[in-house]
C-alpha cells in the first residue's frame, strides 16, 4: 500500500472525529475490500492502488456512511471501483486476465502445512477463473451475497437492483459456476 | 420466486462450499496488513497530536500528497478537512460517482516505509460497539446485518471505535447548539477513557463547548491549563484560536 494510508492519521482538524472513523474503516474493512476487489476480477497488480481508491472515496464521502452501514457501503465504492478496473483492463489488454496469479500472493490467517496452502491456492485460481467467466452483473450479485454474505437487500441496496434482481443474479451466478466445475470435470 | 437464502441451505456442493469458504479465508498480502498495523500503531503510539504532526512534518511530501487526494486545503498551516466537513450535513444514500476517485499514485513512496512486525497482529475486524442513545442530537442508526461477525475480545481498533462515536455524539451536540449535552457527552467520554487516545479532541470540543454555553472563564482556564502541559501541540494553538474567535 502506497505511503497514504499510513500518513491518515496524521491528519487533524477540527473534524477529528470524522477523520478517526475513517482510519477505524481501513482497520475494519481493509481486508474486505481487497479480497472483494480480487474476487471482482482487479488483478493482483492494481489491487493496492484500487483498495486505496476505495477509501478516497469513502473519506469523500463519509458524511453519507450510516454508522454500521460502512461495510456494505465500501463494497459498493469496491464494486464500482472493480468495474472501472476491468473496462480499463479490457480496453487496454495489456495485462490478460489471469486466473494462475490469483493465489500467488495469497497469505493464510494461520500457518499451514505445504500441501494445505497448495490446496488453497490452487482452489483461489480456480475461482477466479471461474469468476472470471460469469457476466459482470452476476459475478457482482455473487460476490456480494455469497462471498462478503451481505443479505440480499442490502445487495440489492449497493448495486440500486430490486432485491428479486439481486436473488435471479445470485441464482443464475450459482448455475454458472457449477456448469463451468462439471466441465472441468471437478462439480 | 422463494427468498433467496445462502447456498450452503440450497444445496451447493461440497466442492463449491470448499470453494466459497477458501475465498473467505483469504487475507491481504502481508505488506498491506503491515500498513493498515503501522497506521494504528502510530495511533495508539501518537495519542497527542504533536507527535503525529512532527511525524506528517518528517514526511511531508507525502502528506501533500494525501492531502491532494483528499482535497484538504492547508491554510494558516492548519489542517482543515474542508472535503470531510462538506459532507457531514448529506444523509443520502448514494453511492459514489464511478469518476469520484483520481488517485495519485505513490507507489514509488513505499519504500520510505519500515515494515511493521507482522506477527504483531490485532484483530481488526471488531464489531462496533453499540452507541449510547441519551442526550445525543440524532438517535444511532440501526446497525446493518452485514454477514456473521463474531462476538470477539475488545481490542485496541474496539475501544478506538468507541471513543470514537463517544466523541462523534459530543460533536453532534455540538453542531445542534446543544452544549449541555455535550458537556455531559464529555464528561461520560472522559470518566469511560480516562488517559484515551483522543484526550487532545475532547479537551478541544470541551472548549468549544464551554464557549458555547457562556461559560468562558472555565473555556480559557481549561485552555491554558492544556497549553502549559502541552506547549508545542498544535490542538493549544488551536484552542487558542477558538477561544479567540469566540465560539
Known sequence: ?187 | MTELRRWCEEGATATELSLLETSRREQVPPRLRACAMETLGLLAAASTVATATSAAAATGRGTAVLLKVLSIPVIGGGLVAGGLALEHAHHARAMAPRQAAVVASASSMAAAHAPADPSARVDLTVAPASAPSAAASTPPVPTTSVGVRSARTEGSAGRLAREVQALELAQKALAAHNAGSALHLLDRYGAEFQGGALGSEATVLRVQALLMNGNRSAAQALADSYSSAHPDSPYAHRIQDTLRSGH
Open chain 1, 1 to 187: 500500500m502506497s505511503v497514504e494510508f499510513a500518513l491518515l492519521p496524521m491528519i487533524y482538524d477540527r473534524e477529528a472525529p470524522h477523520v478517526i472513523r475513517l482510519r477505524q474503516m481501513m482497520a475494519d474493512h481493509l481486508e474486505t475490500v481487497w479480497r472483494s476487489l480480487r474476487r471482482l476480477g482487479v488483478p493482483e497488480a492494481g489491487a493496492e492502488d484500487s483498495a486505496q481508491q476505495v477509501f478516497v472515496v469513502a473519506a469523500r464521502r463519509l458524511g453519507e456512511i450510516e454508522i454500521g452501514g460502512e461495510r456494505a457501503y465500501l463494497l459498493g465504492v469496491a464494486v464500482r471501483v472493480a468495474s472501472d478496473a476491468r473496462r480499463t483492463l479490457r480496453r487496454r489488454r495489456e495485462v490478460p486476465l489471469d486466473p494462475e496469479s490469483a493465489a500467488s500472493t495469497l497469505s493464510l490467517a494461520r500457518p499451514r502445512q505445504p500441501d494445505e496452502e497448495l490446496e488453497q491456492k490452487r482452489e483461489l485460481a480456480l475461482l477466479a477463473a471461474l469468476l472470471d467467466e460469469m457476466p459482470d452483473e452476476q459475478r457482482e450479485a455473487f460476490v456480494l451475497f455469497e462471498l462478503e454474505e451481505l443479505s440480499a437487500p442490502e445487495v440489492g441496496r449497493v448495486l440500486d437492483i430490486p432485491v428479486g434482481t439481486v436473488a435471479s443474479r445470485v441464482r443464475r451466478a450459482r448455475e454458472h459456476l457449477r456448469e463451468s466445475l462439471v466441465k472441468r470435470g471437478t462439480p
